[in-house]
């Protein structure tokens, strides 16, 4: 008979996890419990936000952070980065100088043999870097300069993507110019959009009478191919 009571959710895997990486100091522990509500959605909400108010008043908050997120390795991008979102949350500017250099830390090679590949991970860990120094800054004008050192450094181009959309949504669009190449000013038109703006519009009974029915058979076939990936083939 299965015991329901040894099994874990991921909530409790990414808890575990976490108490392994961390110091037992009570800082380290304070930083767990932040990483374990991050994806407790609106439920650990009350809880994270008192997690955050006692680690900003931690002195040695970036130094264990720092300590456990070199423990993590590469091996579980998913904990790093939530480690960087729980981080992002306390808003704490004394953070920003490690944000920048785990954003400019070097990218592994990409794979071409695989689909989703460690390069592909990486990414998103740095990306999540560059947002948690955008809202520091949003609260902190002064943290913008890394923002705008990431720039400047010009890494790999969904990063500099990314620096570029935060320095923008600062108002530092005229400070970014002048260190982007002419060949990258397109990105200056990129920001992040608002949910409201992704609302689609509801169809109306009034609006099917206008449109055009589907073919019964389209491309001549009545089931959909899916490719498959060249990875796969292998």
């Not at 944000?99 to 400019?104: E, I, K, P, S």
């Amino acid at each position: 008979m299965e015991d329901n009571g040894s099994k874990k959710s991921p909530d409790d895997k990414l808890t575990q996890r976490t108490v392994e990486a961390a110091e037992t100091s009570p800082t380290g522990w304070l930083i767990q419990q932040s990483v374990a509500t991050v994806h407790q959605g609106d439920e650990g909400a009350a809880v994270r936000r008192r997690l955050d108010e006692l680690l900003h008043s931690r002195a040695d908050l970036v130094d264990e952070t720092r300590v456990m997120f070199g423990r993590l390795g590469r091996n579980d991008p998913m904990l790093r980065w939530t480690v960087l979102y729980a981080l992002s949350e306390v808003l704490d500017e004394r953070a920003a100088e490690f944000l920048a250099g785990v954003a400019l830390s070097p990218l592994p090679d990409d794979d071409p043999r695989a689909c989703e590949t460690v390069r592909d991970s990486e990414v998103l860990v740095h990306t999540m870097a560059i947002e948690a120094l955008r809202r520091i800054a949003s609260r902190v004008p002064d943290v913008s300069k890394y923002l705008l050192q990431i720039v400047s450094a010009q890494p790999a181009q969904p990063l500099l993507v990314e620096a570029v959309k935060a320095c923008r949504s600062l108002g530092l669009a005229d400070a970014v110019k002048s260190r982007l190449a002419g060949e990258s000013y397109w990105m200056l038109d990129l920001r992040q959009a608002a949910p409201t703006e992704l609302a689609v519009k509801v169809e109306r009974r009034d609006d099917r009478k206008a449109m055009p029915s589907a073919p019964r058979k389209p491309f001549g076939t009545s089931k959909p191919k899916i490719g498959r990936c060249s990875c796969e083939e292998r």
